[in-house]
Nanobody, 124 residues
Framework: QLQLVESGGGLVQPGGSLRLSCETSEFNLDSYAIGWFRQAPGKQREGVSCISSSGGSTDYADSVKGRFTISRDNAQNTVYLQMNSLKPEDTAVYYC?????????????????WGQGTQVTVSS
């Protein structure tokens, strides 16, 4: 099973920033839309942001609009999630996933390949 690898998580104070990365050496990401999802303890997995294969289209959950920015560098085979103004409610395990269809936040079941996740903890 092909897999993605997330990195960049950690512990940060409220108001701080982190940049998550999603990459793989197993296949080319430039044919895939990439989504970021998160799951907090006791909660369902939710879509955070996604980006089309070309990078020309993006989408964000209302809860992160204006604070998070998704981008991709297809030459580096990497997708990024820049997270600013972090809040305690952003605490979760963050996953990236790849789909050869349209970028979507509401259909995690459409995504073929997933990473193992990276923990983001926002706490003072």
């Amino acid at each position: 099973q092909l897999q993605l690898v997330e990195s960049g998580g950690g512990l940060v104070q409220p108001g701080g920033s982190l940049r998550l990365s999603c990459e793989t050496s197993e296949f080319n990401l430039d044919s895939y839309a990439i989504g970021w999802f998160r799951q907090a303890p006791g909660k369902q997995r939710e879509g955070v942001s996604c980006i089309s294969s070309s990078g020309g289209s993006t989408d964000y959950a209302d809860s992160v609009k204006g604070r998070f920015t998704i981008s991709r560098d297809n030459a580096q085979n990497t997708v990024y999630l820049q997270m600013n103004s972090l809040k305690p409610e952003d605490t979760a395990v963050y996953y990236c996933a790849a789909v050869q269809l349209v970028c979507t936040l509401s259909r995690p079941g459409w995504y073929y390949y997933w990473g193992q996740g990276t923990q983001v903890t926002v706490s003072s």
